[in-house]
């Protein structure tokens, strides 16, 4: 791609880029939400036009001016918000829009041999038959990349991939990567995660403010290194934090038990703490209970057994207006599903719990000057961008939308402040600050309950970790003598 | 973006007239004679747009809330039999008969409503279906409730609602022997009361802002929208969503329920039995999707559409003697234009290729 720029009106999403990927290689895209490494990528993929610039592919100029224009030159697209009928099978999905037909009525049979053919030559397992709906994010991933290969794809561009992936997911991932090029594709990544360019990448270009900053080679770089070129300052890993005592119990569980949406025992039987002045983060692999029960405690799935209390008062089974007035605050785990409303401008989002509320309304009218003076400090406080209280949710990268959901929950006040995935598909600079404003939480002598699939940010930020296996907390440790090993073996279910 | 859409809607048809061997513009010439050419075709067409207007806005601010609300029809319904009844039964002096008729109107149109809203709540039955069915019902009720001995004036007719309940401009007045003499003097005057002007149309533009203000100026608009916009996001803020549904249907219901009261205390004073729904919920659908959903939008294409009626009735007549449908062929194809816009951006695709972003 050869000084490729992109204007949206005034806003220069891409200047003057240039991009080189060879043959077999493995090349990240690194930069913040907003960079604008999805916006060159899309014009790589056809679904956008430069303004300026060129795209060759294999030596050839091409004008990508649609998607199948880049199909037909051998480049696929697997977005991070996947594009999947879910009532429809694996085998349905990848051949969606290319489909083989036998004079006129599909070929499923030819169809699912080329399929099972592609995903043994790639390791990419999945069950023909399987519904989208029924499978999980990893093998819905997998689907993606297979819809791609089978159009023929040598080029594959992977946007943000291990976002929602668990960590055996992300090995899983490495291996499928290192195969795809092994046969000669080339793969690009658009990630944040530092980690995991130094695990997969060859070479790693680096997009600041829509401008190319460096492209370097992996190995001969660190990961400050590569978020300091990212961010342009120093960035720290290491959350800072003192020392604090904890006092009174705010969450208390004892012993629940809560079903999941099939009806099956998802938490059972789980008891747990967490004091003023603590941050306690539950470690876990996907799918053993985590997310049911943060919606049991805030009111969103019936708990059948046992009683949650906060500050010695019991909640369990309240609605969630009453827990929310009872000063628990959530950051939920999806942001666009159940934390904002999208089609909300970032002032209403703001008032989305507390609108019934002085200042914000009275005797049931709205007052729109109080409500907007809320919502323009709040974007200051917080950095939130762009900093036009107008705009609508759906318009703002992940980053800033979890911003917006951060704002309004710490606003609140909460004596217990629930993070679930807070930092899912936010880039380093996003992660650091969100990071920051959990330890304020908790420095404010406030109860903070983190649950994450990202077992570094749960070692780093919390002050003790539970590890969460099939719905019950077995192993609680102070985060000062947690080992990575010890956990990760915690969260596989304790067995050598 | 909707203006173009009505333009193509008026070719095309105009193209379907040609096929069908009618002048469109001889067609369209007639339309706007028979709308604005005399102040009683436009005091008519006023009249006709009022119940169109209301149930538009009850059906936007349904759609504003994330529910379909096909349920306007039986609502409208409901109004008619409840006005008629309270118009007839009740004993009360003029003013506040006709606001207690109103009032009556809107407490059991909201209720229909809030019973499809009930169902979707608690059962999950999907708002459309319960819609028709109870359309149906009301239907059928009204045309039983006319047999009931003390509400039976004679054939398929119901009593007709006490003078004190109607909200006809200067009724009283227009029929006494001294205002018919003043008004052989005023022919002009004389001319539009020959329609029967009422005070309906004020109220109908009062009840779409008052719709316009609960619902972008309220808390309780703020909740609606919320859970029409995104149910998860609202409970997860502490909005009861099953709640808030039936209050929304409430207030649709009520509105349609307002509309179909105008109609009786306005113009058709009782009612006699149907052999079809009348179609004004039906309609009013097409009013919301021309207006984009809006309910001060409503007002415009209320009007709009009563106009596309009453004129378009007059094809029927000489020199043109066009059937009725031709009319229906219009609207339908205008609403067609309209609630597809993405015909138009796909136009726009094939003449020049405009990016998506992202």
Same mark, same amino acid.
């Given at each position: 791609?050869?000084?490729?720029?992109?204007?949206?009106?005034?806003?220069?999403?891409?200047?003057?880029? +240039?991009?080189?990927?060879?043959?077999?290689?493995?090349?990240?895209?690194?930069?913040? +939400?907003?960079?604008?490494?999805?916006?060159?990528?899309?014009?790589?993929?056809?679904?956008?036009?430069?303004?300026?610039?060129?795209?060759?592919? +294999?030596?050839?100029?091409?004008?990508?001016? +649609?998607?199948?224009?880049?199909?037909?030159?051998?480049?696929?697209?697997?977005?991070?918000?996947?594009?999947?009928?879910?009532?429809?099978?694996?085998?349905?999905?990848?051949?969606?829009?290319?489909?083989?037909?036998?004079?006129?009525?599909?070929?499923?049979?030819?169809?699912?041999?080329?399929?099972?053919?592609?995903?043994?030559?790639?390791?990419?397992?999945?069950?023909?038959?399987?519904?989208?709906?029924?499978?999980?994010?990893?093998?819905?991933?997998?689907?993606?990349?297979?819809?791609?290969?089978?159009?023929?794809?040598?080029?594959?561009?992977?946007?943000?991939?291990?976002?929602?992936?668990?960590?055996?997911?992300?090995?899983?991932?490495?291996?499928?990567?290192?195969?795809?090029?092994?046969?000669?594709?080339?793969?690009?990544?658009?990630?944040?995660?530092?980690?995991?360019?130094?695990?997969?990448?060859?070479?790693?270009?680096?997009?600041?403010?829509?401008?190319?900053?460096?492209?370097?080679?992996?190995?001969?770089?660190?990961?400050?290194?590569?978020?300091?070129?990212?961010?342009?300052?120093?960035?720290?890993?290491?959350?800072?934090?003192?020392?604090?005592?904890?006092?009174?119990?705010?969450?208390?569980?004892?012993?629940?038990?809560?079903?999941?949406?099939?009806?099956?025992?998802?938490?059972?039987?789980?008891?747990?703490?967490?004091?003023?002045?603590?941050?306690?983060?539950?470690?876990?692999?996907?799918?053993?209970?985590?997310?049911?029960?943060?919606?049991?405690?805030?009111?969103?799935?019936?708990?059948?057994?046992?009683?949650?209390?906060?500050?010695?008062?019991?909640?369990?089974?309240?609605?969630?207006?009453?827990?929310?007035?009872?000063?628990?605050?959530?950051?939920?785990?999806?942001?666009?599903?159940?934390?904002?409303?999208?089609?909300?401008?970032?002032?209403?989002?703001?008032?989305?719990?507390?609108?019934?509320?002085?200042?914000?309304?009275?005797?049931?009218?709205?007052?729109?000057?109080?409500?907007?003076?809320?919502?323009?400090?709040?974007?200051?406080?917080?950095?939130?961008?762009?900093?036009?209280?107008?705009?609508?949710?759906?318009?703002?990268?992940?980053?800033?939308?979890?911003?917006?959901?951060?704002?309004?929950?710490?606003?609140?006040?909460?004596?217990?402040?629930?993070?679930?995935?807070?930092?899912?598909?936010?880039?380093?600079?996003?992660?650091?600050?969100?990071?920051?404003?959990?330890?304020?939480?908790?420095?404010?002598?406030?109860?903070?309950?983190?649950?994450?699939?990202?077992?570094?940010?749960?070692?780093?930020?919390?002050?003790?970790?539970?590890?969460?296996?099939?719905?019950?907390?077995?192993?609680?440790?102070?985060?000062?003598?947690?080992?990575?090993?010890?956990?990760?073996?915690?969260?596989?279910?304790?067995?050598? | 973006?909707?203006?173009?859409? =009505?333009?193509?809607?008026?070719?095309?048809?105009?193209?379907?007239?040609?096929?069908?061997?009618?002048?469109?513009?001889?067609?369209?010439?007639?339309?706007?004679?028979?709308?604005?050419?005399?102040? *009683?075709?436009?005091?008519?067409?006023?009249?006709?747009?009022?119940?169109? =207007?209301?149930?538009?806005?009850?059906?936007?601010?349904?759609?504003?809330?994330?529910?379909?609300?096909?349920?306007?029809?039986?609502?409208?319904?409901? #109004?008619?039999?409840?006005?008629?009844?309270?118009?007839?039964?009740?004993?009360?002096?003029?003013?506040?008969?006709?606001?207690?008729?109103?009032?009556?109107? =809107?407490?059991?149109?909201?209720?229909?409503?809030?019973?499809?809203?009930?169902?979707?709540?608690?059962?999950?039955?999907?708002?459309?279906?319960?819609?028709?069915?109870?359309?149906?019902?009301?239907?059928?009720?009204?045309?039983?409730?006319?047999? =009931?001995?003390?509400?039976?004036?004679?054939?398929?007719?119901?009593?007709?609602?006490?003078?004190?309940?109607?909200?006809?401009?200067?009724?009283?007045?227009?029929?006494?022997?001294?205002?018919?003499?003043?008004?052989?003097?005023?022919?002009?005057?004389?001319?539009?009361? *020959?329609?029967?002007?009422?005070?309906?149309?004020?109220?109908?533009?009062?009840?779409?802002?008052?719709?316009?203000?609960?619902?972008?100026?309220?808390?309780?608009?703020?909740?609606?929208?919320?859970?029409?916009?995104?149910?998860?996001?609202?409970?997860?803020?502490?909005?009861?969503?099953?709640?808030?549904?039936?209050?929304?249907?409430?207030?649709?219901?009520?509105?349609?329920?307002?509309?179909?009261?105008?109609?009786?205390?306005?113009?058709?004073?009782?009612?006699?039995?149907?052999?079809?729904?009348?179609?004004?919920?039906?309609?009013?659908?097409?009013?919301?999707?021309?207006?984009?959903?809006?309910?001060?939008?409503?007002?415009?294409?209320?009007?709009?559409?009563?106009?596309?009626?009453?004129?378009?009735?007059?094809?029927?007549?000489?020199?043109?003697?066009?059937? *009725?449908?031709?009319?229906?062929?219009?609207?339908?194809?205008?609403?067609?234009?309209?609630?597809?816009?993405?015909?138009?951006?796909?136009?726009?695709?094939?003449? #020049?290729?405009?990016?998506?972003?992202?």
């Amino acid at each position: 791609m050869k000084n490729i720029t992109k204007k949206f009106g005034h806003l220069t999403a891409n200047d003057n880029i +240039n991009l080189t990927v060879y043959k077999g290689e493995v090349h990240a895209l690194l930069g913040e +939400n907003g960079a604008g490494k999805s916006t060159l990528m899309n014009q790589l993929y056809g679904m956008i036009e430069p303004t300026s610039g060129e795209i060759y592919i +294999n030596g050839n100029k091409v004008n990508v001016n +649609n998607p199948n224009v880049a199909i037909a030159n051998g480049i696929g697209m697997v977005h991070q918000h996947f594009m999947l009928v879910e009532p429809f099978t694996v085998v349905e999905n990848i051949i969606l829009g290319s489909e083989i037909t036998k004079y006129g009525v599909l070929d499923m049979k030819k169809a699912k041999e080329e399929i099972v053919e592609l995903s043994e030559k790639y390791s990419l397992y999945v069950n023909p038959d399987d519904k989208i709906e029924d499978i999980t994010v990893g093998m819905q991933q997998r689907v993606e990349i297979l819809k791609a290969l089978y159009r023929g794809a040598d080029i594959l561009i992977l946007d943000e991939p291990t976002s929602v992936l668990t960590p055996q997911e992300i090995k899983e991932l490495v291996i499928i990567i290192d195969n795809l090029t092994k046969e000669g594709k080339s793969v690009i990544i658009i990630t944040h995660k530092l980690k995991e360019i130094k695990q997969v990448a060859d070479n790693c270009t680096i997009i600041r403010r829509g401008k190319r900053i460096d492209t370097v080679k992996v190995d001969e770089v660190t990961e400050e290194e590569l978020a300091a070129k990212m961010v342009g300052r120093e960035v720290t890993f290491k959350v800072p934090k003192e020392d604090r005592e904890t006092s009174d119990t705010v969450l208390s569980i004892d012993n629940i038990t809560v079903k999941n949406n099939r009806g099956l025992v998802a938490v059972d039987g789980l008891s747990l703490e967490v004091k003023r002045g603590e941050i306690v983060g539950i470690a876990g692999v996907d799918g053993n209970g985590q997310s049911e029960l943060v919606e049991a405690i805030t009111g969103l799935r019936k708990i059948e057994k046992g009683h949650v209390k906060i500050n010695g008062k019991d909640i369990t089974n309240m609605t969630p207006r009453k827990i929310i007035d009872n000063k628990v605050s959530t950051i939920p785990e999806n942001r666009q599903k159940v934390g904002l409303v999208l089609d909300f401008s970032i002032y209403e989002n703001m008032i989305l719990e507390n609108y019934h509320k002085e200042p914000f309304s009275k005797k049931g009218i709205l007052q729109k000057d109080k409500i907007i003076d809320n919502a323009k400090n709040l974007i200051k406080q917080f950095d939130i961008r762009p900093t036009d209280e107008t705009v609508l949710a759906k318009s703002l990268s992940g980053g800033n939308q979890q911003k917006v959901i951060i704002a309004r929950e710490i606003m609140n006040n909460p004596d217990l402040l629930i993070a679930t995935q807070p930092t899912r598909g936010l880039d380093v600079g996003a992660i650091e600050y969100v990071h920051k404003e959990l330890v304020k939480q908790r420095d404010r002598n406030k109860a903070v309950l983190l649950v994450s699939l990202e077992l570094d940010e749960v070692m780093n930020v919390s002050d003790r970790i539970a590890v969460i296996y099939e719905g019950k907390i077995k192993y609680v440790v102070d985060a000062k003598e947690a080992t990575e090993a010890k956990l990760g073996l915690e969260m596989a279910g304790g067995k050598k | 973006m909707t203006l173009l859409s =009505i333009l193509f809607g008026f070719i095309i048809t105009a193209i379907i007239l040609l096929i069908a061997r009618y002048n469109p513009l001889q067609i369209y010439g007639v339309i706007v004679k028979g709308v604005f050419s005399k102040p *009683k075709y436009i005091a008519y067409t006023i009249i006709k747009s009022t119940p169109l =207007i209301l149930t538009g806005v009850s059906i936007a601010f349904a759609l504003k809330t994330g529910l379909l609300n096909i349920g306007a029809e039986g609502q409208f319904i409901v #109004g008619t039999i409840v006005a008629s009844m309270a118009g007839y039964f009740f004993n009360l002096p003029p003013v506040i008969h006709p606001i207690v008729v109103m009032v009556v109107a =809107i407490i059991f149109g909201g209720l229909w409503g809030a019973l499809i809203g009930a169902l979707k709540a608690k059962f999950g039955i999907h708002e459309v279906i319960s819609s028709i069915m109870l359309n149906w019902i009301a239907l059928y009720a009204h045309n039983a409730v006319i047999n =009931i001995p003390a509400f039976f004036e004679r054939t398929n007719k119901a009593h007709t609602i006490k003078d004190s309940a109607s909200i006809v401009f200067l009724e009283g007045f227009k029929n006494s022997e001294s205002g018919k003499e003043w008004l052989l003097d005023h022919p002009g005057i004389r001319d539009i009361l *020959k329609a029967p002007v009422n005070y309906g149309i004020i109220i109908a533009i009062l009840v779409a802002i008052l719709i316009w203000f609960i619902l972008n100026k309220t808390t309780l608009g703020f909740r609606l929208r919320a859970v029409g916009y995104n149910k998860f996001a609202a409970e997860y803020g502490g909005i009861n969503v099953k709640r808030n549904i039936v209050t929304s249907m409430f207030i649709s219901g009520s509105v349609s329920g307002l509309a179909g009261a105008l109609m009786i205390l306005g113009v058709s004073k009782g009612i006699t039995t149907l052999s079809a729904m009348e179609g004004y919920g039906l309609d009013g659908i097409g009013v919301a999707l021309i207006a984009g959903n809006s309910p001060i939008a409503c007002i415009f294409s209320g009007l709009f559409f009563g106009a596309l009626k009453y004129g378009g009735s007059k094809i029927q007549a000489r020199p043109i003697e066009a059937p *009725k449908e031709i009319i229906s062929i219009m609207i339908g194809t205008i609403i067609f234009f309209i609630a597809i816009p993405r015909i138009v951006k796909v136009l726009k695709r094939l003449t #020049g290729r405009k990016g998506v972003t992202r």
